[in-house]
């Protein structure tokens, strides 16, 4: 029977259901299914039930050995160029510069070995999440087991403070509150009971469940073990986390596709070469293949990986800046790429801090300002500040919010915390934003008695005396509860009949806001009154108001969410969370200004192709289990989006790790969840994603910097000797002297581009296409037009000296420091793509790339005069007036490139 298309009855739901559908139970059917009692299971049993079901944990996940995985960071069409690259260098005599080239494959190698051997923590991290012991019933008596003992059917105690060890269906509950934020991404605790609900319930509604893995945060229960290991909601989660195959990045797609197309053209342009040099100038075959190889090492960037890895490297240390801490190199880059982030709702748009922002009462609308657990704040209606001593109701009521409070309010240094409930937490902070003592007025009105909060009534009630004798009842709690034992209403400090109908509308208008609605109401007691019975608060009570309770969206996330649309970038919501509340605060975050809003059910209902055709057009995802995550972040990949997607649950792990960038939160997040990530965020705040995307889009731009820089020198080092065999000349570099170049250049004036700051505006255009090639078109033109120019250059002076007369050892000096002048010039043209650097800043702004050409000039003096160099290179000294005419040929070129910028701005100004 398919579930996404048709809703079960719950009888019918367990007959016919395969796997029993648990939640739909009750708890006499649970004990026939699996054949147990509340007297528990014989130890027998237990031993031939772990037999058939196995132990209670999470099944270690299948793995490569670190063998296959060390040898798998070779299989990269780069590192075979680089390999290439590193035996020709060999056979040409010169180990040192092949033992770089190792190297750098070495290390690269070895980074991808280690980060992903930290990604495989991810199940580990889920699997250490689960309970070590656990309180059961065997053989009649209750006694405490190994967790991986327990197996279905067995009964277990939890209390206060334990972590639930299988998944429980609950048969008995006594105020029991459990946290399931792991597995739902809700902030507020779950109050459990004992009757079954809907087959078609989401996660966070199946009330009548305990999870493996989650919290018992209050109170106490008992419950029948009725899935254990692999088969709990936590073990399918790690399940699917296992089963999730992270991508590959953009860049390195591009550069795998980049690679391939270098390498073949490097190879066809090198035998072309030598076969037109052997058949058409009627060299020796010998000599061309030589000079072939030359060509091969000149035109290879053998520095480009190396580069790259440092700009990634620069970029990480940047974004640790700004609290977001990079767990994988290549997603700093893919950060630039993202076009849409699908945010978690608590703690990362949100505070988690339960706030009451709205209070109603019978006379007045208050605003209440101020955001999380801090006591400071003012009441507002219609923009107008409010004397509360003027509104006795709203005295009373925020007096009740403290009398009538289990919690405790207390700073530690600058932080206000909260111990005890959150909802609890929020109406002491209101009532503390009133000017009321939360320490003074319970000793003015000290408690006499209680009646403690449980889900069987939905209210909680306190009874009070002053020193005065002067009684009080004091009661909280949901309005279907409270409203029906009022008889009165408190307006301008007067009782007056009440009307129902306008508490209901009140109480829809605060739900719609997607707040959480909380009704207090009070009555007078004499002084004799000091026991406080069920049937006191029955009745006749005094209806003070309600309160809107929301945790409130954090400011700086409402401001980057902002900035993410002018980046072109999508912000969607998937949250455990109702929708109502979803909706509301996606208006309040500016996500959009009419969301709409989608629950799992929905999601689950349709197709993958259903959900891609709709995914787009959807901003919040409300109810969402860890398989629906999953799926919206694998459709918004098929509608060909980059997704970065936050979370801190185990619930969020599988989505995380599919992510193009999974971002986890480093203070709220589990272990799971930054397991599965690429990026943690240390303050747990969206705004630092808008942050690292800006990071990541500067490291873009200056790898991209880096690649116009390298390609161009490469080729004009290539054309060299391709123009060289063309016209039957010598070669005016040798090939000795051309790794000489691109040693000192690629790790020196290519790495100064890594170090520039983001260029302005880059938050301001959409995000990049990643399907589009590395190099688009603007790029070859320049890669071809710089090339060019250095060819010319290059090979037009050292023809002109050979002219003159110079010998040939001086000619080729002259061209190999006409060549490093020409890459010296050309990188400050580099360090803006299309805008002039005639400025400051253009010619200054970058102390790295300064101290990178002082560093190059400094070799080239002793590539040029010092005796051993001169031996090893066969160079010659120079004199100023050599030294001026290669200065002026750099000037041509560097000019000549500012030239095409300006005439080219506007075709340019497009990519």
């Known amino acids: 029977m398919d579930s996404h298309s048709q809703k079960r009855t719950l009888q019918s739901a367990s007959e016919t259901s395969e796997t029993p559908v648990w939640h739909t139970y009750d708890a006499q059917q649970v004990n026939d299914r699996l054949h147990t009692s509340p007297q528990g299971l014989s130890g027998a049993e237990a031993a031939q039930r772990q037999q058939q079901y196995g132990a209670n944990q999470l099944p270690p996940a299948k793995r490569r050995s670190g063998l296959m995985r060390l040898l798998a960071q070779f299989h990269n069409v780069l590192i075979y160029v680089l390999l290439v690259a590193a035996v020709v260098t060999a056979l040409l005599g010169h180990s040192i510069d092949s ?89 507020v605790p779950v109050l459990k009971q004992t009757q079954p609900v809907a087959a078609n319930a989401d996660l966070g509604d199946r009330t009548n469940i305990a ?98 890895t440092i700009a990634l490297a620069i970029g990480v240390q940047r974004m640790a800046n700004r609290h977001a801490i990079i767990r994988r190199l290549p997603a700093v880059e893919t950060l630039g790429s993202v076009s849409v982030i699908c945010s978690d709702k608590t703690g990362t748009l949100t505070r988690n801090e339960m706030t009451v922002t709205t209070v109603v009462s019978a006379c007045c609308n208050a605003d209440i300002s101020g955001a999380g657990y801090n006591p400071h704040g003012t009441f507002t209606c219609n923009h107008q500040d409010l004397n509360l001593s003027n509104l006795p109701e709203l005295q009373q009521l925020c007096r009740a919010s403290i009398l009538c409070n289990e919690a405790q309010l207390r700073q530690k240094n600058d932080e206000w915390i909260i111990e005890g409930d959150p909802t609890e937490g929020a109406l002491l902070v209101l009532g503390a934003k009133s000017g009321l003592d939360l320490t003074e007025l319970p000793l003015e009105m000290p408690r006499d008695d209680l ?37 009165w209403q408190m307006s301008h400090g007067h009782e007056e009949k009440l009307d129902s109908d306008y508490w209901s509308q009140q109480q829809e208008q605060i739900a719609n806001q997607g707040q959480r609605t909380l009704a207090l109401a009070m009555l007078r007691v004499d002084e004799n009154h000091r026991i406080l019975h069920f049937d006191d608060v029955s009745k006749g009570l005094v209806m003070l ?113 599919r992510a193009d960038v999974g971002t986890a939160m480093g203070i709220k997040g589990t272990e799971a969840a930054k397991e599965a990530s690429e990026m943690v965020l240390a303050d747990d705040n969206f705004a630092s994603i808008t942050y690292a995307v800006e990071e990541g889009r500067t490291v873009f731009d200056n790898i991209k910097k880096s690649i116009l820089f390298i390609l161009p020198t490469n080729g004009g080092e290539a054309l060299t000797v391709i123009a060289a065999i063309a016209f039957g000349t010598m070669l005016p570099v040798t090939p000795a002297q051309i790794l000489w170049v691109n040693m000192i250049t690629a790790v020196t ?103 990178a050409i002082a560093i190059v000039m400094a070799f080239q003096l002793l590539f040029t005069y010092l005796p051993i160099m001169q031996l090893f290179f066969h160079t010659e000294a120079l004199s100023l007036a050599d030294w001026g005419k290669i200065l002026v040929v750099g000037l041509i070129l560097f000019l000549a490139v500012e030239l095409e910028k300006k005439l080219l701005h506007s075709v340019s100004k497009t990519e």
């Open 99 to 187: 033992g770089v080239i190792i190297a750098v494959v070495l290390i690269n190698s070895l980074v991808g070995f280690i980060q992903e051997g930290k990604a495989e923590k991810a199940i580990d991290a889920v699997r250490n999440m689960l309970s070590q012991q656990a309180v059961v019933i065997r053989d009649g008596h209750r006694q405490e087991v190994p967790a991986e003992a327990l197996v279905p059917g067995d009964i277990v105690f939890i209390q206060s403070g334990d972590r639930v060890p299988a998944d429980l269906h609950l048969h008995k509950v006594k105020e029991l509150n459990i946290e399931e934020a792991l597995l739902t991404g809700e902030s």
């Open 211 to 308: 999870f493996s893995g989650t919290l018992v945060t209050y109170g106490q229960g008992t419950g029948t073990v009725v899935a254990t290991g692999a088969q709990t909601e936590i073990g399918r989660i790690s399940t699917l986390l296992a089963d999730v195959s992270a991508l590959t990045t953009p860049l390195t797609r591009q550069l795998d596709s980049f690679a391939r197309w270098l390498t073949g053209s490097i190879l066809l342009i090198a035998l072309a070469t030598m076969l037109f040099g052997s058949w058409v100038r009627g060299y020796a075959l010998e000599d061309m293949f030589l000079a072939a190889v030359g060509l091969a090492v000149a035109a290879i960037p053998e520095g480009l990986p190396a580069v790259i």
């Open 451 to 487: 009646i403690p909060f449980e889900s069987e009534h939905r209210f909680m009630a306190t009874l009070h005396h002053d020193h005065n004798g002067n009684g009080v009842i004091y009661i909280k709690g949901a309005i279907e509860a409270i409203l029906p034992r009022c008889q």
């Open 545 to 657: 108001g309600l309160v809107g309770i929301i945790d409130p969206p954090r400011e700086e996330a409402i401001q980057a969410v902002a900035e993410c649309h002018r980046a072109g970038i999508q912000v969607k919501m998937i949250t455990g969370d109702h929708i109502a509340t979803a909706s509301a605060i996606a208006r309040q975050m500016g996500i959009t200004d009419s969301p709409r809003a989608m629950t799992g059910n929905e999601v689950e209902q349709l197709s993958d192709s259903e959900l891609q055709a709709r995914v787009e057009q959807v901003d919040v995802f409300a109810r969402s289990s860890p398989e629906h995550k999953l799926r919206i972040v694998q459709a918004l990949q098929a509608c060909q989006h980059v997704v970065a997607m936050t979370g801190d649950g185990v619930n969020d792990a599988p989505a995380l790790k």
């Open 749 to 851: 004036l290519a790495l100064s581009l890594t170090f520039e700051s983001t260029e302005p505006g880059v938050m301001l255009r959409p995000p990049r296409n990643t399907r589009s090639p590395i190099l688009s078109p603007f790029m070859i033109w320049r890669i071809i037009f710089v090339s060019l120019l250095m060819v010319s250059a290059t090979f037009g002076l050292f023809l002109w000296e050979r002219s003159n007369g110079t010998d040939i050892d001086t000619a080729r000096t002259i061209a190999v420091n006409t060549l490093v002048v020409l890459e010296v010039f050309y990188l400050l043209n580099s360090r803006y793509l299309t805008r002039s650097v005639l400025s400051r800043d253009g010619l200054l702004g970058n102390r790295y790339a300064l101290y």
